[in-house]
DNA sequence: CAAATTGTTGAATTTAAGTTAAGAAAACTC
DNA sequence: GAGTTTTCTTAACTTAAATTCAACAATTTG
């Protein structure tokens, strides 16, 4: 037996596991193997799949967007903040479990208006997030802005999340490496800065 | 009754809208609700609805490449080539349907094999789409391009499609006027052109 | 227009979930 | 460590969907 509180912990990382194996679709039964209870464990502590599944989707993408700003909190220099805010938009190989996640959640977000809102706060935070890292680099001379920073940092998250789709549908000749230089490809002629890719940690 | 040829483009067309209604989690009698049969006759033309919403679905990609490739065609100049092009590829609306069964298909693609060969197609050919028109602009002149046309054609490609998920979400700032205006200051930016934006027939 | 073919229905069957309740097992409390 | 509460399972029940098929209606063919 475990706590409710640890229980939900598990719950929403084997719903996680089981969302990016079955899709949105994904079945109570199928969220429980993944956890390793019976489905009537699950009820015990959710009314339903549904609320399950929200929580995961929302936990997701809390950590997509957290893990990013953490990451991106420790390096100063703007230019860098940049080459690695796109690397780490982009998802390195299909079975990335974060970005299959939020690919499933884009088409249930046309009908379900919770998912329709979390995408868009994700969305505006990255963007905001973008908006940072850009005006820092022009305030420290770095970045000569071609474009209005809203504009630049908008197509920049529109890029990552296409280019994420691409890769999860495993395009044959877009894989990470081309995703992330074609995204570059756009802040070099945005930013006025050859951002020379430093390589991930 | 009715012909099978002619009752398989009723069925087709009745799983286009009952995808879009529904998700690609849409069920049979769904479908035949919406063709006004019973599950039963929908059997009797296909295996199963997996079948049937595959055909669906890849009508609705053809058709929505081929709808643009058509009303491009009658438009000698580049640039209005172009602003045409990138205006039919964003949906005006939140309930555009072509649109909203292309975003049902990106997390299906994960899973599902066919609809991730499909959509690698169907992103490759609207890159060949505007390649062309890119490379036209080039030879007469009017475009001068900051990068090469294969990464500007990608890019061009990935802003519309991560827009549509935006309009399909109803993202509340970001309509299609807006959405059209963010690809064109990419365009504008990687062509050198100020592409004034020509109002859509 | 009778026979054959094609298309469709409705009812029966099967299958796969989700839901519920009784009670067992673990964890807490005093 | 006995009693209480919390967590979880088993098994029965309910619901919904897919599937199958006999019968029948519409269309075509000779």
Do not use: W
Not at 35 to 44: D, E, H, Q, R
Not at 75 to 99: M, N, Q, W, Y
Not at 116 to 139: C, F
Not at 162 to 172: Q, T, V
């Amino acid at each position: 037996m475990a706590k409710t509180s640890e229980r939900k912990a598990d719950l929403i990382s084997a719903a996680q596991r089981a969302l990016a194996e079955h899709g949105s679709a994904v079945r109570l039964n199928q969220v429980a193997e993944a956890a390793g209870v019976t489905s009537s464990a699950i009820l015990y502590h959710y009314t339903g799949i549904e609320e399950l599944l929200v929580e995961a989707n929302r936990a997701g993408m809390e950590r997509f967007y957290n893990d990013r700003l953490n990451v991106i909190a420790a390096i100063a220099d703007p230019t860098e903040r940049l080459v690695h805010t796109i690397s780490l938009g982009v998802p390195r190989t299909p079975e990335d479990e974060e970005v299959r996640l939020l690919c499933s959640l884009g088409g249930e977000a046309a009908r379900n208006t919770i998912y329709a809102v979390l995408l868009t706060s994700l969305y505006d935070r990255q963007v905001g997030m973008y908006q940072n890292i850009l005006e820092l680099g022009v305030s420290q001379g770095e970045f000569h802005l071609a474009q209005d920073p809203l504009t630049i940092a908008r197509n920049l998250v529109a890029l990552e999340d296409a280019y994420g789709y691409r890769i999860i549908a495993k395009h044959p000749t877009l894989d990470y490496q081309t995703a992330v230089e074609l995204i570059l490809d756009y802040a070099r002629l945005a930013t006025g800065h050859t951002l020379v890719q430093q390589p991930r940690n």
